[in-house]
């Protein structure tokens, strides 16, 4: 992918519980001359009353956070502000964290392990409303979902309750919170949940995920 132009004045929020990892990327992201951090925050609470406050053109969030994971931040600050660009940037690298955070609402997704100049660029591209992943994450993005889909939704074969566990599994529940939510054991969640698969006839959680977001079924 390659590297958008320099922007200008482009105002950033940095996201992370780390105060080394903040300061890192202020550090990194001031060597551009057309970008400037113009805060901070250290959970995800913060960063919703950060992003509200400040309204930055870009938001670089960090995905595990306390109190508010950065996903479910990421879709509190795009309740307030639709139009607001945010870049996961996580140690996280897979499948399940990147399509989560894409379905919250990020635009970007880059991981912790990248150089400063990548960092650069993502932001650069975020702030244009772009989506930018980085190669290393799009690589895992690419198998268990058929790329032509059918016109009919494979979901009509599921059951309420079977759809009702799906929505939750995309949404990010573990199988206790669902076991917990509806009454159920974890065991019988782990069975719907295989059963769910061979209707769908995928491998495997990832690709129960992405095939999900595929149609753009609705999550809780």
Known sequence: MSCPPSSSNLRIL???DHGIVREGLAALL???????VIGFAATGE??????????PDVIIMDLILPDLNGIDATQRILRDDPDAHILALSACHT????????????????????LGAELLCAVRAVSAGTR????????????????????????????ARELEVLRRIVAGSTSAEIAL??????????????????????????ALIRLALQYD????
């Open 132 to 159: 930018y992943i980085s190669a290393a994450i799009a690589a895992t993005l690419d198998a268990g979902v058929p790329r032509t889909p059918g016109p009919d939704s494979p979901f009509e074969t599921l059951s």
């Open 217 to 220: 079924l609705p999550v809780v």
């Open 181 to 206: 939510h509806l009454s159920l054991s974890r065991k019988t969640v782990d069975t719907y949940r295989g059963r769910i698969m061979v209707k769908l006839g995928v491998p495997n959680r990832s």
């Open 95 to 114: 499948a399940d964290h990147v399509y989560r955070a894409l379905r919250a609402g990020a635009i970007g997704y880059l991981l912790k392990s990248a």
């Open 46 to 55: 913060e960063a919703v009353l950060a992003a509200r406050r400040l309204r």
């Open 14 to 16: 940095v996201v992370d």
């Open 30 to 36: 001031e060597r551009d001359d057309g970008m400037r």
